[in-house]
């Protein structure tokens, strides 16, 4: 049974910074890529950042460029997301996806895989 389990999710002031996880178990992951989604109240979910499990090619939404870090530790078998510089408009819960579709990993659609989510809030 394939099962993404998020962690690191909290409340932090505006400036600040918030390391998320995602563990991944139940499965050989190697051909994946890993995503970062979130989705604000009322909004659609939006692509963060995505990794090759393989090589650890990153890529990332160009509003996440140069404040988030994505990172993966195969030995853990788990992928980060380092988020640094956090505004009140990062608030949203965090979503770690797994997509076999390297040409879709920005697509929520493309996705087989999704953890149940972590909440950052972040106060202005």
């Known amino acids: 049974q394939v099962q993404l389990v998020e962690s690191g999710g909290g409340l932090v002031q505006a400036g600040g910074s918030l390391r998320l996880s995602c563990l991944a178990s139940?499965?050989?992951?190697?051909?994946?890529?890993m995503g970062w989604f979130r989705q604000a109240p009322g909004k659609e979910r939006e692509f963060v950042a995505a990794?090759?499990?393989?090589?650890?090619?990153?890529y990332y939404g160009d509003s996440m460029k140069g404040r988030f870090t994505i990172s993966r530790d195969n030995v853990k078998n788990t992928v980060y997301l380092q988020m640094n510089s956090l505004k009140p408009e990062d608030t949203a819960v965090y979503y770690c996806?797994?997509?076999?579709?390297?040409?879709?990993?920005?697509?929520?659609?493309?996705?087989?895989?999704w953890g149940q989510g972590t909440q950052v809030t972040v106060s202005s």
């Open positions: 139940g499965r050989t992951f190697s051909r994946y890529y």
């Open positions: 996806g797994a997509t076999l579709m390297g040409s879709g990993y920005g697509i929520e659609a493309e996705y087989d895989y």
């Open positions: 990794i090759t499990w393989s090589s650890g090619r990153t």
